[in-house]
């Protein structure tokens, strides 16, 4: 299998005043749950907190992508594509940096898909709470939605 990244494995800010991960169990092979999540031009398709997403270039670290969460325009950059098994990537809306983490772990006929964020930045430091509680809820449902459109398409 041939890794694509930039540097060594990306991991999000421990130390980020909100930081959140979450799994879920999806019956589903990694293969398709691949296809969904690094398939950014329709993640507004399946993905109803996400209004846009458009990836600029090719699916590729150092590639960047624009999309709409919750109403807020991001400006994210992909950083590390190992494909099926992980994909990161950070982003920058004003006063915030986030790294975002998505793994992969085949385990039998389903893949447990786990997800990390870290925001940082002037912004977070002012609205610490509430930045923590739209992040957990933000990766939730990411989660959510992804188990249903992967599940969809296996029936």
Do not use: Y
């Not at 890794?3 to 909100?18: C, D, R, Y």
């Not at 169990?25 to 990694?30: E, F, K, Q, V, Y």
């Not at 507004?44 to 624009?66: C, M, Q, V």
Request: include cysteine; hydrophobic fraction near 40%; aromatic fraction near 6%.
């Amino acid at each position: 299998m041939k890794l694509l990244k930039l540097s060594s494995v990306m991991e999000i800010n421990l130390k980020a005043p909100a930081i959140a991960q979450h799994q879920i169990t999806i019956n589903a092979t990694s293969e398709t749950i691949w296809q969904i999540l690094t398939d950014i031009n329709q993640w507004a398709t399946w993905n109803p907190n996400i209004s846009e997403a458009r990836l600029e270039g090719a699916l590729k670290p150092g590639s960047t992508f624009r999309w709409k969460s919750g109403g807020t325009a991001v400006l994210s950059t992909l950083q590390e594509i190992e494909p099926q098994r992980r994909l990161s990537w950070t982003g920058q809306v004003i006063g915030t940096r986030a790294i975002h983490v998505w793994m992969l772990e085949p385990q039998g006929d389903c893949v447990i898909v786990r997800t990390e964020e870290s925001f940082e930045g002037w912004l977070v430091q002012l609205t610490k709470g509430m930045m923590q509680r739209m992040l957990d809820t933000s990766l939730q449902e990411w989660l959510k939605h992804l188990k249903q459109k992967a599940e969809a398409a296996t029936e």
